[in-house]
């Protein structure tokens, strides 16, 4: 196969500056390497300015720089991401395939010769109807149980394809939910059009993802032996198959100095969406519910099977009501959890005042099973004003208005209080 072109483009901060110059002069001396870009923002260009300039000097490196938006709702920076993804790669130039990974990452940098040469072509029948990508995007690790958690850390793929990846729509990341929120989002929205069903789970991934163990405990297992879940991973297992390859030559990367361990399908399955896996062959068969492990054969056996009489994927989950569906969860979790008994019990050692400390880990352990209420928000803004931290009250009262809490609430009236107080 013709050797491409590839442009590498690290993203974000730096992090680490000895790792990142060590990786630049590495990726220069691929042949196949014509372009080394740094996509950051001013800010970190500017302060690491002399360091930069002496990279430009002696590498093929271009810096390029964009506003930092910092939207309050981008808590977990999953719209920055998209930002400096996109300005890095609207600066490639002849190259038509790109390497994008991070400063404080590093892989063997014959990895991209692997990835220079790899057959990438699409084979699965289904994607001249879609047509999605050029070219499979190749990636580390995919999720086994969260459909659309798929490792960011490293990527390679057309450029026209990686394009695709660029959310633009800030919208998408004003639901509050888990730290992985932003890592669904992603990668999901090229699928978006013709697989809407997934936008209900990316609401209420926490389900599946959160750190809460008493959470993921009672909710994920519920939701790996009902119809609807089942059939959403098994779908995700098809697209994985068909859009991405997780082959990168047997090479491995290390992020912040930890190497990357994912299990290749043959370990025993967990009840834990982060249970990655780095096996193309999982995938495939698993889209055909052919799995060697029997509690996911057993799970997720049947919904496999149905797909065999689907000839359109698109039409497989066609009168599935996801959105029923994902609110019967949340009132599940919430009743198990005590939601509401126990919000009230909150607000009643607030107005104690000597309990507030008691109050406050009582709301961040009820906050997982529902991330987004207003009230909640509000409550945990009330706790940390009561001590006098103003930095951390702030960006929870802003996004109870950017949730749909109305300016004239009190949590818009104590947001003007503080904002006042700030600017005094």
């Known amino acids: 196969m013709q050797e491409k072109k590839v442009a590498v483009l690290f993203t974000g901060l730096i992090r680490d500056a000895a790792l990142f110059e060590r990786s630049v002069a ?12 740094f996509s950051t923002w001013h800010k970190d260009a500017l302060d690491n300015s002399e360091f930069l300039q002496g990279l430009m000097q002696r590498y093929p490196l271009t810096v390029v720089t964009a506003t930092d938006p910092k939207l309050v709702y981008d808590q977990y920076n999953g719209f920055r991401q998209s930002v400096t993804l996109r300005r890095g790669l609207e600066a490639v130039g002849e190259a038509t395939h790109v390497l994008r990974t991070r400063t404080d990452t590093h892989i063997d940098p014959a990895v991209v010769q692997h990835l220079a040469h790899k057959d990438s072509r699409i084979t699965d029948p289904m994607a001249p109807a879609l047509r999605l990508f050029r070219e499979k995007i190749s990636t580390t690790c995919c999720s086994m149980l969260a459909p659309f958690y798929i490792d960011d850390i490293l990527f390679f793929g057309h450029k026209e394809d990686l394009l695709k990846l660029c959310s633009m729509d ?7 939910s888990s730290a992985k929120y932003a890592h669904y989002i992603r990668y999901y929205p090229p699928f978006r059009q013709h697989f809407p069903q997934f936008m209900h789970f990316v609401h209420n991934e926490i389900f599946a993802t959160v750190v809460s163990p008493e959470l993921r405990q009672l909710v994920l297992p519920k939701l790996m032996e009902s119809r609807e879940y089942a059939l959403m991973l098994v779908i995700y297992y098809r697209l994985v198959s068909a859009f991405f390859c997780l082959d990168w030559g047997g090479y491995r990367s290390t992020f912040k100095g930890v190497a990357a361990e994912y299990t290749d399908g043959g370990a025993d399955f967990r009840m834990d969406a982060d249970q990655m896996n780095d096996s193309n062959a999982f ?6 519910g052919d799995f060697d492990h029997p509690e996911l054969r057993r799970l997720l056996g049947p919904a496999a099977e149905s797909l065999r009489t689907v000839s359109d994927l698109r039409d497989a989950a066609s ?7 994902f609110g019967e969860v949340r009132s599940y979790a919430k009743q198990a959890f005590g939601f509401d008994t126990r919000l ?3 607000k009643a050692m607030m107005r104690a005042g000597e309990t507030v400390s008691q109050a406050f880990n009582t709301l961040c352990w009820l906050q997982p099973a529902d991330p987004a209420n207003t009230e909640l928000m509000y409550l945990l803004a009330l706790c940390y004003n009561s001590v006098g931290d103003i930095a951390r009250a702030r960006p929870l009262l802003e996004r109870c208005l950017e949730t749909g809490a109305p300016f004239h609430s ?10 006042q107080q700030q600017a005094g």
């Open 26 to 37: 590495e990726f220069a001396a691929q042949p196949c390497v014509t372009q080394i870009i």
């Open 170 to 176: 800030y919208s998408e990341f004003r639901h509050p």
């Open 283 to 288: 995938f495939a068969r698993g889209a055909a």
């Open 319 to 325: 009168g599935i009501d996801y959105a029923a569906f």
């Open 344 to 346: 009230e019990e909150a």
């Open 410 to 419: 009190p949590a818009g009236q104590l947001l003007a209080e503080i904002l």
